[in-house]
């Protein structure tokens, strides 16, 4: 868990070419411009390589970005059967 990175969190899986890729979407706490944002995502992108290993692209949104559900919480929207560049 980082600080300055609020739930929720969402986990989108695509395939380019042969290979399946990840993005971490999750929110900044607190409203940021775009470039402290940027500057965020890469700490967390490192965060996340350090301590299990995955490489994954992360965007960290402005707050209450992310789609709130009132049921079952959608954490993972899985674009490969669509072809994967979907967003």
Do not use: C, F, N
């Not at 980082?2 to 979407?25: C, F, N, Y």
């Not at 999750?26 to 940021?32: F, I, K, N």
């Not at 995502?41 to 350090?50: K, L």
């Not at 692209?57 to 402005?62: F, W």
């Amino acid at each position: 868990q980082m600080p300055k990175v609020a739930p929720p969190s969402l986990l989108v899986l695509r395939r380019e070419g042969a290979l399946d890729t990840v993005e971490i979407r999750v929110e900044a706490a607190s409203a940021a411009d775009e470039e402290t944002r940027g500057r965020l995502a890469v700490r967390v992108r490192h965060r996340i390589h350090e301590t299990i290993g995955l490489s994954a692209d992360v965007s960290v949104l402005p707050p209450r970005t992310l789609e709130r559900s009132t049921g079952k919480a959608r954490r993972v929207q899985d674009l490969r059967e669509q072809g994967g560049t979907h967003a």
